[in-house]
């Protein structure tokens, strides 16, 4: 696998429901990101990992959002009690602290809250 | 406050046109730029890579310029293509920060 890897791809729910986000990022990338685009828009920053460790956080990310990287390597973002605000893409992106900076994003994954 | 701001927000051509999509951003200190590309309903597709100490970067028919001082980018597409039909996204990476900020993105649209 040379790319980034999202799932599901698609996720429609209902109101109130509890919805989890899988990133696999490029294997040798230590820095993972998540970041939220709504229609039209341009991706809004989440939260940024290094490793494991969750280094910076957005306000846009509620207590309602958490995201882990428990082993350095893949990242799961859960929202909790959703909102028909949360319905946007997720996207996830990597890089390698090594190297240019350059990110590489996943295909995405869709929430549809109903 | 660091913002990134992309103009034309809709851009419709003729194909063969040779064409710029603009980007400007508050605050020189940038790290890095970096234009994406992307497609209804999918993810970004990296394009270009600008380091702030570069002044542009080529990859095939697209050109990327960077002008720190004016807090410019721009990104010329040649010759374009119906295929080149998408979403250009602008984003800054600014010293001190490990994050990309966004624009909003210009639509393109090339008609046969």
């Known amino acids: 696998d040379t790319g980034v890897s999202q799932n599901p791809r698609h996720k429609i729910t209902k109101r109130g429901q509890n919805v989890t986000f899988r990133c696999d990022p490029i294997?040798?990338?230590?820095?993972l990101y998540w970041y939220r685009q709504t229609l039209g828009q341009g991706p809004e920053f989440l939260t940024y990992f290094q490793n494991e460790a969750q280094l910076e956080k957005s306000r846009l990310l509620s207590d309602r959002f958490s995201a882990e990287r428990p082993k350095g390597s893949f990242s799961t973002l859960e929202i909790q009690r959703t909102e028909q605000g949360d319905s946007a893409m997720y996207l996830c992106?990597?890089?390698?602290?090594?190297?240019?900076?350059?990110?590489?994003f996943g295909e995405g994954s869709r929430l549809t809250v109903l | 406050k660091q913002e990134v701001t992309q103009i034309p927000a809709a851009l419709s051509v003729p194909e063969g046109e040779n064409l710029v999509l603009n980007c400007s951003f508050t605050?020189?200190?940038?790290?890095?730029l970096q234009w994406f590309r992307q497609d209804p309903g999918k993810g970004l597709t990296s394009l270009l890579l600008i380091q702030s100490s570069q002044r542009e970067q080529t990859s095939g028919r697209l050109n990327a310029s960077l002008d720190k001082s004016s807090g410019r980018s721009t990104l010329y597409i040649a010759a374009s293509q119906p295929g080149d039909s998408a979403t250009y996204l602008c984003a800054v990476r600014w010293g001190g920060y490990n994050k990309l900020i966004f624009g909003a993105g210009t639509r393109l649209a090339v008609h046969p």
């Open positions: 992106a990597s890089s390698s602290q090594t190297n240019t900076g350059e990110l590489f």
């Open positions: 294997s040798e990338h230590n820095r």
């Open positions: 605050d020189s200190a940038i790290y890095n």
